[in-house]
T-cell receptor, first 114, second 112 residues
Framework: KAGVTQTPRYLIKTRGQQVTLSCSPI?????VSWYQQTPGQGLQFLFEYFSETQRNKGNFPGRFSGRQFSNSRSEMNVSTLELGDSALYLCASSFGSGGPHEQYFGPGTRLTVT | AQSVTQPDIHITVSEGASLELRCNYSYGATPYLFWYVQSPGQGLQLLLKYFSGDTLVQGIKGFEAEFKRSQSSFNLRKPSVHWSDAAEYFCAVGLTGNQFYFGTGTSLTVIP
């Protein structure tokens, strides 16, 4: 089975721009979660989608948004980028509706904002 | 509020020595606890998890962890460390709906 894939792997954007990151979960997984990883803060939960519905949301501003498609693929969007948004963005997928279930992580997208 | 604390930012051990990584959590109900490992340039990989039952859980790569409710701890241990264990280790509390709270991680260096 193919693992979780994230595209692109690396991204450089300018302050004020917006960016869209993509995540393809493991086949059969219906839950997709997004995390922001920075050296000082560790991994912080952004949001989780299950069957195209956002079930949970972390404590991030509204500039961070996401969606999930009927094939469980998910996208994350960050508008009006700030320097502090530079981070590794990790996507994780899991199977099942209740949870918590084991999360399978992708390699991440490294976003640099200049 | 839920939180996870990993008090050791960085640990250095000699190859073959034993290892213990500390994790303390704050959570009102019975927690679902996890340990993940992240190697450089890689995503996170699950080492082990605790949901209920036996408080000593075994994981992959020879790791084990012990849940101690009275101390709100879930420390990770390995009797003999290998050079390939050098990585970042994260403890996490999982909630229903797959919402996870992670600690800030412990970076492990293994010296020959």
């Amino acid at each position: 089975k193919a693992g979780v894939t994230q595209t692109p792997r690396y991204l450089i954007k300018t302050r004020g721009q917006q960016v869209t990151l993509s995540c393809s979960p493991i086949s059969g997984h219906r839950s997709v979660s997004w995390y922001q990883q920075t050296p000082g803060q560790g991994l912080q939960f952004l949001f989780e989608y299950f069957s195209e519905t956002q079930r949970n949301k972390g404590n991030f501003p509204g500039r961070f948004s996401g969606r999930q498609f009927s094939n469980s693929r998910s996208e994350m969007n960050v508008s009006t980028l700030e320097l502090g948004d530079s981070a590794l963005y990790l996507c994780a997928s899991s199977f099942g509706s209740g949870g918590p279930h084991e999360q399978y992580f992708g390699p991440g997208t490294r976003l640099t904002v200049t | 509020a839920q939180s996870v604390t990993q008090p050791d930012i960085h640990i250095t051990v000699s190859e073959g020595a034993s290892l213990e990584l500390r994790c303390n959590y704050s959570y009102g109900a019975t927690p679902y606890l996890f340990w993940y490992v992240q190697s450089p340039g890689q995503g996170l990989q699950l080492l082990l998890k605790y949901f209920s039952g036996d408080t000593l859980v075994q994981g992959i790569k020879g790791f084990e962890a012990e849940f101690k409710r009275s101390q709100s701890s879930f420390n990770l241990r390995k009797p003999s460390v290998h050079w390939s264990d050098a990585a970042e280790y994260f403890c996490a509390v999982g909630l229903t709906g797959n919402q996870f709270y992670f600690g800030t991680g412990t970076s492990l260096t293994v010296i020959p």
